[in-house]
């Protein structure tokens, strides 16, 4: 199915299962990129991000037939950024913020090969059930949302947070699979 090395600039697990649910033939390698941007957009941010990380491991295999993947997720809410909490009170903080209100979840994409590169976002609307501060605390005892933005996983037992989703599930959870298998297929690295 791959015409190139296909490389997952990406610890998250849940990316991982995504380019498996995909079918792809892939390998991760965890950027080391500098995480720090400027303030700016939402959409700025996460396709920022994702080119940095992408663009970090794609330097380590120059003159390498490959192509690399990097991806940032956020949550967005009244114009502020939301990535992962810091600790226990910043998801209780967070959830508290969310509970019973619409965010917008972005998710940058970079896919770099030696001859192009293609960067792009997509966005899903979420909103949320009313959560007493007894669902915050439960969920947090989970573990689930200290490694996630926005401090919640909808694939998990926030699953019985989230009330509506209007756009692609996948980009909630990590990665817009329809628009990264698309931007494969341009750029040569799948035939099908």
Request: with cysteine; proline share 4%; charged share 30%.
């Amino acid at each position: 199915m791959n015409n190139k090395s296909l490389i997952l600039a990406s610890a998250s697990k849940r990316r991982q299962d995504i380019f498996n649910l995909m079918g792809l033939d892939f390998k991760i390698e965890i950027s080391q990129a500098d995480e720090h941007i400027p303030p700016c957009s939402p959409e700025q941010f996460v396709m920022e991000l994702a080119r940095k990380k992408a663009k970090s491991v794609h330097e380590k295999h120059k003159g390498e037939d490959i192509c690399v993947v990097g991806a940032d997720t956020i949550v967005s809410a009244d114009g502020k950024i939301i990535g992962k909490p810091h600790d226990r009170l910043d998801a209780f903080r967070i959830l508290r913020e969310l509970s019973g209100r619409t965010h917008t979840v972005f998710t940058g994409v970079a896919v770099i090969t030696d001859s192009e590169e293609r960067v792009f976002y997509d966005s899903t609307v979420v909103t949320f059930e009313e959560l007493s501060d007894e669902e915050i605390n439960a969920y947090i005892e989970t573990g689930e949302p200290f490694d996630k933005a926005g401090a919640y996983g909808v694939q998990g037992a926030a699953c019985t947070f989230v009330k509506k989703v209007d756009g692609n599930f996948f980009n909630v959870i990590g990665l817009p699979a329809p628009k990264v298998y698309k931007a494969l297929k341009e750029l040569g690295v799948l035939w099908l």
